[in-house]
């Protein structure tokens, strides 16, 4: 398997858009866009994400106790572009304020503010693991990124249209032979 058929394959799986922000010990804010982000786990309340080893804050944000995760709507496209970007001076007005002493986005579509509770070092990534200690939840449509670019979502339903089948609703998911047409794994 070749590098690009593999980012291509993952380019195929839509994700939310997410700065994750911490303050290093000097005290200055420091944040980077990570499309990688999950929630892990309700009880404790536990959410990954996953920055780069190449970034520049990714020992920062490795290190660090406390940390942000700021979900983004679709007019925060740019700023996503300002945190993926090296040598900028990332939070010039742009709005994000201190909570528990990290910077947290409010205008963000959900933030959550964790503490570091476990990493593990991923290829040319980590993985960084967080029990949540606050959630801030914002009414809005997230910011997506897909085939390597930052799109939005439908407003559209997936629901057929009225007096048109939806060809997936009634449909079995095995023939009745027992051979599954869903050609998932």
């Known amino acids: 398997m070749d ?7 993952m380019g195929s799986f839509p994700s939310g858009v997410t700065i994750a922000t911490t303050t ?4 200055q804010p420091c944040g980077i866009t990570v ?8 009880s404790p309340p536990l959410v990954l994400f996953c920055p780069a080893v190449s970034a520049r804050s990714h020992d920062v944000l490795r290190d660090a106790e406390r940390y942000a995760i700021n979900v983004l709507r679709p007019e925060h496209r740019t700023l996503a572009m300002r945190f993926a970007t090296a040598g900028t ?3 010039a007005r742009a709005g994000f304020r201190a909570e528990g002493g990290v910077p947290v986005l409010p205008s963000a579509l959900v933030s959550v503010v964790c503490r570091a509770s476990d990493r593990y070092d991923a290829g040319d990534h980590s ?3 967080g029990e949540v200690e606050s959630v801030h939840v914002n009414d809005g449509q997230p910011l997506v990124y897909f085939d390597r670019e930052f799109r939005e979502l439908s407003p559209a339903p997936l629901l057929a249209p009225p007096g048109r089948v ?9 023939d009745t032979d027992g051979t599954d047409e869903s050609h998932a794994a």
């Open 127 to 129: 993985i960084l693991v």
């Open 35 to 42: 499309s990688a982000f999950c929630s892990v786990s309700l």
């Open 24 to 27: 290093d010990p000097a005290g």
């Open 89 to 91: 001076d990332k939070f």
């Open 166 to 174: 939806d060809r997936y609703r009634d449909r079995p998911l095995f």
């Open 3 to 9: 590098t690009d058929s593999f980012r291509r394959a």
